[in-house]
């Protein structure tokens, strides 16, 4: 297997030529990404680029170095630090993006998932705590007068939830049409894939 350095590539990653006065600036900020994507993944190769990898390797490098966010979640992740929920989707849209296979891509975007159900699980709770909040304003009040604030708050309510129902409704048939067709992509893709790396092939019982 041929390797290529990877002071070599950064004309080719960063556009900046060798005798250019910025190449040294470039290529410590690309051996800093690098170091940085080596500790987080399994690619701990000290000779240097695998030759068959080399155009995807420029690609993504290319991409982390222009993009000052990404980059700093990579740095951030080189040190062991925990990413906040922006950080954790800004990196799964890149891996998702550059997604090897399509196995991986399924993985990444079920961890996506993952993190927006989390979020909207505190949506719910911020839902729940406002109502909490609301009637305990109402205490000191007769209960004759708080008993109609919650008979209120709730017609209001179930007004909002005919209404978003059907909202639902329409937007449930046209997201299951575009879910079942990207799943049917996805499936094939890793089908494909599967075949053409001889993965072994799980006999149903």
């Known amino acids: 297997m041929e390797f290529v350095s990877r002071d070599s590539l950064v004309e080719e990653i960063t556009g900046i030529k060798k005798d250019d006065m910025a190449w040294d600036s470039a290529k410590q900020t690309i051996a800093n990404i690098d170091n940085a994507l080596r500790k987080i993944s399994s ?40 990413l906040s929920k922006e950080e954790d989707l800004l990196l ?49 009040l007769i209960y004759e007068h708080r008993l109609r604030i919650a008979e209120c708050l709730r017609e209001d309510i179930l007004e909002l939830i005919e209404v978003y129902e059907t909202q639902i409704q329409v937007e449930q048939e046209a997201t299951k049409k575009l879910m079942d067709m990207i799943n049917r992509h996805i499936d094939r893709d890793v089908k494909e894939y599967k075949e053409k790396n001889n993965y072994p092939i799980k006999i149903k019982r």
Do not use: C
């Not at 690609?59 to 925990?82: A, C, H, P, Q, T």
């Not at 996506?112 to 719910?124: Q, Y």
């Open 43 to 82: 690619y701990n190769d000290t000779i240097g680029i695998p030759d068959f990898n080399k155009d995807s390797y420029i690609k993504r490098m290319s991409v982390i170095y222009n993009d000052f966010n990404l980059r700093s979640v990579i740095y951030k992740l080189g040190r062991g630090e925990k």
């Open 92 to 140: 799964l849209n890149f891996a998702k993006e550059y997604a090897d296979n399509p196995i991986l891509y399924k993985i990444y975007n079920k961890r996506e998932e993952s993190i927006l159900a989390e979020e909207l699980t505190i949506k719910f709770d911020e839902i729940h705590s406002d109502i909490t909040n609301l009637m305990m304003l109402t205490d000191g």
